[in-house]
């Protein structure tokens, strides 16, 4: 009785814990296109903050410097 109670209880405990790892990075993306610079109120649709991102040389760097590990690697 005891160990069909889990099994059937298996796929709610994972789609918690999936839920628990994938709505942080989900709500960070649905911020990330807000215009105003302090993410708690949203005040319109942008992509400044990916044009800013791209533009930024240390990022570049990093990527590089990422890849340059992963090919020797």
């Not at 889990?6 to 942080?24: E, I, Q």
């Not at 649709?45 to 992963?70: C, G, Q």
């Amino acid at each position: 009785m005891i160990r069909t109670c889990r099994v059937k209880m298996l796929p709610f405990f994972a789609f918690c814990a999936y839920l628990f790892l994938y709505l942080p990075v989900a709500v960070l993306l649905v911020f990330s296109f807000n215009s105003n610079s302090i993410g708690y109120t949203w005040t319109g649709f942008t992509t400044r903050w990916y044009h800013e991102l791209l533009r930024s040389d240390e990022v570049w760097h990093a990527l590089y410097n990422s890849l340059i590990v992963a090919v020797s690697t």
